[in-house]
């Protein structure tokens, strides 16, 4: 009923800045309420929330990217997010996966992921 699609995503310096752009698609009434979050896994380690922002509510971050990431609403299209992602730290390297909540049914949707490295 949803689909989940990232782009973005790469290779940076530290210190550098990375995108990326989720888009949810689908049935205009699962979509009507939701929370779309970006997680992260890096290897070997669990996967990890990084930044969620249900409708009409502000974002929310990890302390981990608190002060260096942005989530928001991408204004150009519907059901998609941005997360902008500055001040990155080889930590940072990841599988970055996009995740869509639809509410109130609780349904999960995951995006294939797409890799960033943090590295000099």
């Known amino acids: 009923q949803v689909q989940v699609v990232e782009s973005g995503g790469g290779l940076a310096q530290p210190g550098g800045s990375l995108t990326l752009s989720c888009k949810a698609s689908?049935?205009?009434?699962?979509?009507?309420?939701?929370?779309m979050a970006w997680h992260r896994q890096a290897p070997g380690k669990q996967r990890e929330l990084v930044a969620s922002?249900?409708?009409?509510?502000?974002?929310?971050y990890s302390d981990s990217v608190k002060g260096r990431f942005t989530l928001s609403r991408d204004n150009n299209t519907k059901n998609a997010v941005i997360l902008q992602m500055n001040a990155l730290k080889p930590e940072d390297t990841a599988v970055y996966y996009c995740?869509?909540?639809?509410?109130?049914?609780?349904?999960?949707?995951w995006g294939p992921g797409t890799q960033v490295s943090v590295s000099s």
């Open positions: 922002i249900r409708t009409a509510r502000p974002a929310e």
């Open positions: 995740n869509v909540l639809t509410h109130p049914d609780l349904q999960n949707y």
């Open positions: 689908g049935s205009a009434y699962f979509l009507s309420s939701k929370t």
